[in-house]
């Protein structure tokens, strides 16, 4: 059962428009949010994160937006860069009994800016 | 700056075989995880430890084992390698607490088992 969902698995847009990027998820005891970044042969790098107390974090070009009732989030990336291109994951964290924050992912979406 | 340093970045295996694939990070941290990444199913938790000697089974365990002998080092372990645990392996650390959110990971490992 996937708990974490990014329903859209690439994003075409062009260099200077916004990017949106989705992510739906089903359980509501997560309590932070992460989105990361990923390019090929590397390995995921921190972009930015969110409490679920919050319903928006900036940070530069980059804005989550966190929807508690519809069980949503979004990255907004504003403007597009090409070197923004890179898939992208959403990420959730749920602790457990030894206080271990377990992140669960979601799918990936492959995001192409285009010069 | 935390780095998680994974010793192969490409590794060709045989079915059958024994494999280790070793993750050192810098920085202290108490947790390291092991995830593996397939396309279309994003980042699967293999297992964890949250200290010396301390695992957990993370969402797909079987097939793999783990061990933590020194803080600074996690192994990842496939007692006998099969097809499908071709893949890539990304290794990652944090510092324990609940404020301590943010995973660093290694570059990653891309295993084919033939």
């Given at each position: 059962?996937?708990?974490?969902?990014?329903?859209?698995?690439?994003?075409?847009v062009?260099?200077?428009?916004?990017?949106i990027?989705?992510?739906?998820?089903?359980?509501?005891?997560?309590?932070?949010?992460?989105?990361?970044?990923k390019?090929?042969?590397?390995?995921?790098?921190?972009?930015?994160?969110?409490?679920?107390?919050?319903?928006?974090?900036?940070?530069?070009?980059?804005?989550?937006?966190?929807?508690?009732?519809a069980?949503?989030?979004?990255?907004?990336?504003?403007?597009?860069?090409?070197?923004?291109?890179?898939?992208?994951?959403?990420?959730?964290i749920?602790?457990?009994?030894?206080?271990?924050?377990?992140?669960?992912?979601?799918?990936?979406?492959?995001?192409?800016v285009?010069? | 700056?935390?780095?998680?340093?994974?010793?192969?970045?490409?590794?060709?295996?045989?079915t059958?075989?024994?494999?280790?694939?070793?993750?050192?990070?810098?920085?202290?941290?108490?947790?390291?995880?092991?995830?593996?990444?397939?396309?279309?199913?994003?980042?699967?938790?293999?297992?964890?430890?949250y200290?010396?000697?301390?695992?957990?089974?993370?969402?797909?365990?079987?097939?793999?084992?783990?061990?933590?002998?020194?803080?600074?080092?996690?192994?990842?372990?496939?007692?006998s390698?099969?097809?499908?645990?071709?893949?890539?392996?990304?290794?990652?650390?944090?510092?324990?607490?609940?404020?301590?959110?943010?995973?660093y990971?290694?570059?990653g490992?891309?295993?084919?088992?033939?």
């Amino acid at each position: 059962d996937q708990q974490v969902k990014q329903n859209s698995p690439s994003l075409s847009v062009q260099e200077g428009r916004i990017s949106i990027l989705n992510c739906d998820y089903t359980n509501s005891m997560f309590d932070y949010f992460l989105w990361y970044k990923k390019y090929p042969a590397e390995g995921p790098t921190f972009l930015i994160s969110i409490s679920s107390i919050k319903d928006k974090n900036e940070d530069g070009r980059f804005t989550v937006f966190l929807n508690k009732s519809a069980k949503h989030l979004s990255l907004h990336i504003v403007p597009s860069q090409p070197g923004d291109s890179a898939v992208y994951f959403c990420a959730a964290i749920i602790y457990g009994s030894s206080n271990t924050g377990k992140l669960i992912f979601g799918q990936g979406t492959t995001l192409q800016v285009k010069p | 700056d935390v780095k998680v340093t994974q010793s192969s970045r490409y590794l060709v295996k045989r079915t059958g075989e024994k494999v280790f694939l070793e993750c050192v990070q810098d920085m202290d941290h108490e947790n390291m995880f092991w995830y593996r990444q397939d396309p279309g199913l994003g980042l699967r938790l293999i297992y964890f430890s949250y200290d010396v000697k301390m695992k957990e089974k993370g969402d797909i365990p079987e097939g793999y084992s783990v061990s933590r002998e020194k803080k600074e080092r996690f192994s990842l372990i496939l007692e006998s390698a099969s097809t499908n645990q071709t893949s890539m392996y990304l290794c990652a650390s944090i510092e324990r607490g609940l404020a301590k959110n943010i995973q660093y990971f290694g570059a990653g490992t891309r295993l084919s088992v033939l």
